[in-house]
Structure formats: C-alpha cells, structure tokens
C-alpha cells in the first residue's frame, strides 16, 4: 500500500473513531454538572381545579393478588384539561389556534426563565402585575423561551380554597395574574418567547371575567402554563424546560409534565 493510500486509511479510522466516542446526550446529561427539578404538581384527589371542572378521580382502583398469588394492579382516572400542573393549548382561546397534540415539540423544550416577584407580590390575592413592576427585572434569552413568573403562591396548592381565595359570599376567586399590558410588553419585546407560565391558577388574576391575557396568548400562537410547583428553589436563568403535555390531539388544554434541567454552576 502506497504511503498516500495509508495516511488515508489512517484519517478514516481517525475520523469514525471520534464519531464513535462523541458523548451521546445521556452522558452529557448525567456527568454530574446538571440537576433534573421537578416543577410538576402531583395529580391526586387535593390537586387544584378551575371551579366547575371535572377534577381528578381515579374511577376504579384494582390493586390486588390474584388465587396464584401475583399482583396486579391498574387504574382508570377522569380530569379536566385545566387543573393541576397544566398546559394551555393556543386553541383554548383562538379557533383557529393549535391544539395540544400539534404544539411543536421545538418550542416544548425552551429555554426557561424563572421571574421571580413573590417579594412584590407579598401573598396579596389581588396582586396584577404591570410594565413598571418588570422594568429591571426582566431577563431574556436570544432562543425559544418559556417565562415562568413566581408570585409565591405554590405553598397554598394543597388548600384549594386558600390557592384559589374563592369567597363564598360572592363566588368570586382571589390569587394574582398578569396584567394585559405587561403580557403584551412582553410578546412585542422578545419574539422568542414560546410561552408563559405562572405558580397560580391562571395566567389572568383570580378576579378576571373576560380573562384578556389568554385571549392574548392564544392570539400570538403561544402557550401558558398554570400551576406551575415552584416550591422548590430553582435558578432563575440557565434551565431548560421540558414542557411535555399529554398528547391530547384534540385538547384545548393537558395535564402536563415539567422538568427543568439546570447547570450545577452559576449560570455566567
Ligand atoms: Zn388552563
């Protein structure tokens, strides 16, 4: 063999063998620098509901031996779209919008960035947040992103009553949201951003009727989030999110599984 014909022999090997020790995902996912945070609330009989929603009930439990002795157990469970950790579909509020099962996974899995307001909030049930509240705090990402506000209201989620202030002189509902202003602030801003989500029942304030920033969401093709678990400390930028909503092709809305992958180290 010609010395040519070796040296290229030798660059193929080279070349197949680097491909070949390339960390694959998993490695890289699992080399101790990042943490998996779940930001899911459990799905049981005290997750929270929209009032009037079908809320989650297991219709039949089976959990038992069997004459030989082996166990077997399943379960059938009802719930609305809207209750629990959850995703909001454009279609909830746009006809011509997308429904769950077409919500690209593209934008599912964004970057995340938490916004964290609860000290401004201070546990006020009629809090809304404005433009002037954000001004030096906003943080974006120059990729698909998912914005996710805190307003402090996770640690009221297993008292349905409290999380959703409802008053039963007047059948009102009492927790904090977005204002029309600041969401619409906020799409213009950053075309970027994929979808926005709250610690609280809806992205609108608990006394909203006419409920403007779905509408605004739902309009602009982007998603929201509601119910979000941030019980637990989470780093306000530098997550992923993988926001992975039970593929109801029809939905309007579902129950949703949210993870945030995020560096062990300070983000730079
Ligand atoms: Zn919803």
Redesign the pocket.
Known sequence: MAASNVVFVLLICFIINSFAKRDSLYDFLFNGDYEFIDLTHPFDNQTVYWPNAQVFRFTKQIGDYDATGSWYAANDFTAGE?GGT?I?APY?FAKTGLHVGELPLTKLIAALIIIDISSIVNDDPKFVLYKTHLDHLLYYEDKPSLLIFKFGWSKYFNDTKKYLGQNDNDNTLNFPGLSEEVVEWIISANKKVVGIGVDVASVDPGSSTNFPVHKILSTKGLY?I?NVNLSRQIPETGCTALALPMKIALGT?APLRLVAICSKQEPK
């Open positions: 809207h959850h909001d909830h929201g509601e809305g």
